[in-house]
């Protein structure tokens, strides 16, 4: 609408000045043209008095004079002046000069002078201001021609055709044109509002239902009227959200019967589990009585029996997640001494592999949290640090700040790329499936400890470079409901930093 009005004033501007300008020049030219014809006529009658003339001697020829000059004037001397001078080439002064009321040979330039004097068989014309009826000044043509009176020599008639009423018409003319100029903006300024309501009501009505759409109400629709290009749009917007609400609705259901799949299968499995477990824990409690093969395929049953045990309990919590049934038990838990348990239970494992973990956290680092699901992050990141550091060190860091606490592992093995980064936190998904694992890993370990950190409102990061190695830090309010404001832990530590660090959307959690 802003453009619209101000292209409009433009135009208006633009051809307002233009036609101002042309009625202004066709009023001054019809003004010249009259007064010239006019003056022709006026000086015929004014020589054709002085040829009549029977005296010639200088008092009868200044009353002769007085009398032209006085039936060549208007009465008002508004519509027509007149001035009766010696000619500037005519050295006599038989006659002294006579003008009509209120006008002095003072206006007559000297210029239009020399010019009768160059060619005094011709009429000369020009542009002057004389004094109006309110005082002001008012533009006026004026024309001189040459006279012969007798015994006198030259004399030059001067006629002043005032432009009062020129004025006047130029004045109502410009104003019509301000007002109409008004008018016009304003009238284009209505139109291009209507207009532009027009268009961007039912754009507001896309973003509302949008947005309503986005918030859940999968029922929202448009409101069609018309036939036009925004009726059909909003047809196919509708079109649109019928078709996401039923893809929806299917997702929701197939996620319901997935998550009641999951669930009934965890617990169902249970009780069949209790009862191979304790036949497994009898194998494996008599295993030294068995033949050697019989004794190894007791002892892989009882592994596997744990690995099996350790899936079902990652599928029951994941099903809890899903089925948002998961809650948080926060006591004031010094995370500090946490990691340091957890390090040291898996210190064997770590001393196996040839790898040294240390440790660098302050004193005491307390805060609100859950600690089962805590020590299950920290454990699944030290674990993981662990098989993939390939016998290199593992730095484990803590740190408390304002708002936060955090801890970072970082390890130095066979790292991430961009495209394993990505997916680093989806279910079931292992780096490289084909690479043998100690601890033996079920690929929902990084993904329940995602959830277990959206439940405290924190953050998990990762970051890994192939062949540098990668960090993961996990950072907690230090207590409900208080926002994170920066984490105390950088993901990197400058020391190591051999490039940007690149942590892709997918894996942020903020």
Same mark, same amino acid.
């Given at each position: 609408?802003?453009?619209?009005?101000? &292209?409009?004033?433009?135009?208006?501007?633009?051809?307002?000045?233009?036609?101002?300008?042309?009625?202004?020049?066709?009023?001054?030219s019809a003004k010249v043209e009259s007064a010239t014809v006019d003056a022709s006529v006026r000086r015929a009658d004014a020589q054709d008095s002085f040829s009549q003339v029977d005296k010639t001697d200088t008092s009868t020829l200044q009353q002769t004079s007085k009398d032209i000059?006085?039936?060549l004037s208007s009465v008002d001397d508004l519509s027509r002046g007149a001035i009766l001078q010696?000619?500037?080439?005519?050295?006599?002064?038989?006659?002294?000069p006579t003008g009509s009321r209120g006008m002095a040979t003072e206006?007559?330039?000297?210029?239009?002078?020399?010019?009768?004097?160059?060619?005094?068989?011709?009429?000369?014309?020009?542009?002057?201001?004389?004094?109006?009826?309110?005082?002001?000044?008012?533009?006026?043509?004026?024309?001189?021609?040459?006279? +012969?009176?007798?015994?006198?020599?030259?004399?030059?008639?001067?006629?002043?055709?005032?432009?009062?009423? +020129?004025?006047?018409?130029?004045?109502i003319i410009r104003q019509s044109f301000v007002f109409g100029g008004f008018a016009l903006v304003v009238i284009l300024a209505g139109l291009a509002y209507m207009v532009t309501r027009m268009v961007v009501t039912p754009v507001r009505q896309a973003r509302h239902v949008a947005e309503r759409l986005s918030a859940g109400a999968l029922n929202e629709r448009m409101h069609v009227a018309g036939e036009d290009d925004l009726a059909r749009l909003a047809n196919s917007f509708n079109t649109m959200a019928g078709n996401l609400q039923k893809q929806i609705r299917q997702l929701e259901e197939l996620s319901v019967v997935q998550q009641r799949f999951t669930s009934d299968v965890s617990h169902e499995l249970r009780t069949p589990l209790t009862t191979i477990r304790m036949a497994a824990d009898l194998l494996y409690t008599s295993r030294e009585d068995f033949p050697a093969p019989t004794a190894r395929s007791a002892e892989l049953l009882n592994k596997e029996l744990d690995r099996f045990e350790s899936l079902l309990a990652d599928l029951l919590e994941i099903s809890r997640f899903d089925a948002g049934a998961a809650n948080l038990d926060r006591t004031s838990t010094d995370l500090s001494d946490l990691v340091r348990q957890?390090?040291?239970?898996?210190?064997?494992?770590?001393?196996? &592999?040839?790898?040294?973990?240390?440790?660098?956290?302050?004193?005491?680092?307390?805060?609100?949290?859950?600690?089962?699901?805590?020590?299950?992050?920290?454990?699944? &990141?030290?674990?993981?640090?662990?098989?993939?550091? +390939?016998?290199?060190?593992?730095?484990v860091t803590v740190r408390a700040g304002e708002s936060a606490v955090a801890v970072a592992v970082r390890d130095h093995g066979v790292g991430m790329s961009p495209t394993e980064m990505a997916q680093v936190f989806t279910r079931f998904w292992r780096a490289d499936p084909a690479r043998a694992r100690t601890t033996g890993g079920t690929g929902l370990g990084l993904s329940i400890a995602l959830e277990d950190a959206r439940l405290h409102a924190g953050w998990l990061q990762a970051w890994g470079e192939p062949g540098e190695g990668s960090c993961f830090r996990l950072t907690l309010p230090l207590a409900e409901g +208080?926002?994170?404001?920066?984490?105390?832990?950088?993901? &990197?530590?400058?020391?190591?930093?051999?490039?940007?660090?690149?942590?892709?959307?997918?894996?942020?959690?903020?």
């Open positions: 609408m802003t453009i619209t009005a101000l &292209l409009g004033m433009v135009v208006t501007f633009a051809l307002g000045a233009f036609m101002y300008e042309r009625i202004s020049d066709g009023l001054v000059v006085s039936d010696r000619a500037i080439d005519n050295p006599t002064q038989a006659v002294p206006v007559i330039p000297n210029d239009l002078r020399r010019a009768l004097a160059r060619d005094p068989e011709h009429q000369q014309t020009t542009y002057i201001e004389v004094p109006g009826r309110d005082g002001s000044w008012v533009p006026a043509v004026l024309v001189g021609s040459r006279l +012969e009176v007798p015994n006198a020599g030259a004399y030059d008639l001067y006629l002043i055709y005032p432009m009062a009423q +020129e004025v006047e018409t130029i004045s957890v390090v040291d239970a898996y210190s064997p494992l770590a001393e196996r &592999l040839g790898t040294r973990v240390t440790v660098d956290a302050p004193t005491v680092c307390i805060a609100e949290m859950d600690v089962r699901r805590v020590e299950r992050i920290v454990r699944n &990141l030290v674990t993981n640090a662990i098989e993939h550091s +390939e016998g290199k060190p593992i730095k +208080e926002p994170i404001r920066r984490s105390p832990v950088r993901l &990197l530590d400058d020391s190591d930093q051999t490039g940007p660090i690149v942590i892709p959307e997918e894996v942020r959690l903020r």
